[in-house]
């Protein structure tokens, strides 16, 4: 029988450097959302950078605390909470008689940027949710092809 290999080994530099690095890309990822309303970037982009930046931390921290801290049911509330946002912000100038996500319906001052950024966070928060809920599930080993797509 042959001995398991640990697949995290403790490192004081990467912790150190994560530890640094991953506040400053967690709140870049939030910048890149929140500017897509004006120049390039938005939700999506957004969105992978923060997931990117609790990765980093499952990465130099392992696995498994990163797991016992980030469960499940927060990637699925920030994917509901994401999708809800997108819907609603699209639904409401429908219910005033314009277009899904038509947003001169947000007739206030800054209605229509207010709007957008709106979307790009729901944007964001799916992504986020999604990228980090794959990446713990397969981190976890968990092998969706054997039961026929449902999580082990």
């Keep these: ?3 398991r290999i640990p697949t995290y080994v403790e490192s004081t530099i990467i912790m150190t450097t994560v530890r640094i690095i ?3 890309a967690f709140t870049y990822g939030l910048f890149v959302m929140l500017h897509g309303a004006e120049s390039a970037g938005g939700g999506f982009q957004g969105g992978v950078i923060l997931a990117a ?3 980093l931390v499952a990465f130099a921290y392992g696995i498994e605390p990163t797991r016992d801290w980030i469960t499940d049911r927060p990637a699925r509330i920030l994917i509901a ?3 809800a946002t997108f819907v609603l912000i ?3 100038p429908m219910a005033l008689g314009y277009r899904f996500l038509e947003y001169e319906a947000y007739a206030f ?3 229509t940027k207010y709007g957008i950024e709106l979307v790009e966070l729901g944007i964001g928060a799916i992504v986020f949710g999604v990228i980090l809920s794959l990446f713990m599930s397969l981190a976890a080993g968990h092998d969706f092809e054997e039961n026929g797509g449902e999580n082990a």
């Design 90 to 92: 699209g639904l409401v």
């Design 109 to 111: 001052h800054h209605g």
């Design 22 to 24: 991953s506040p400053f």
């Design 1 to 3: 029988m042959s001995e």
């Design 53 to 55: 930046s609790l990765i």
């Design 81 to 83: 909470t994401g999708g």
